[in-house]
């Protein structure tokens, strides 16, 4: 995922680095769902930092080719489940 809606704003995945940067800055907000462990790559904007569309759709594009340069996710084994034979 690299973005989504999020309250009254977007949500968007760039990075710690870019994260730590924005946060510092002023420029965007920390992205806390849980109110006591922050998401390290995603930031919150409010919408009025997203409210002219070219803006947004830059935030977008730069959460996209982040997450486009990132490497494919390893897939999580399945936990095998014991079946009903039908003997009861």
Partial sequence: MFAGAWGHGVI????????????E?????VHDPTGHRPKREYVFLDRKRVQI??????????AAEFVGALP?????SRKKTVQNSGDN
């Fill in 12 to 23: 968007v995945r760039l990075g710690e680095q870019r994260t730590q940067k924005l946060i």
């Fill in 25 to 29: 800055s002023g420029s965007a907000e």
């Fill in 53 to 62: 569309d070219a803006e947004l759709i830059e935030w977008f594009t730069e």
């Fill in 72 to 76: 494919p996710a390893a897939r999580k």
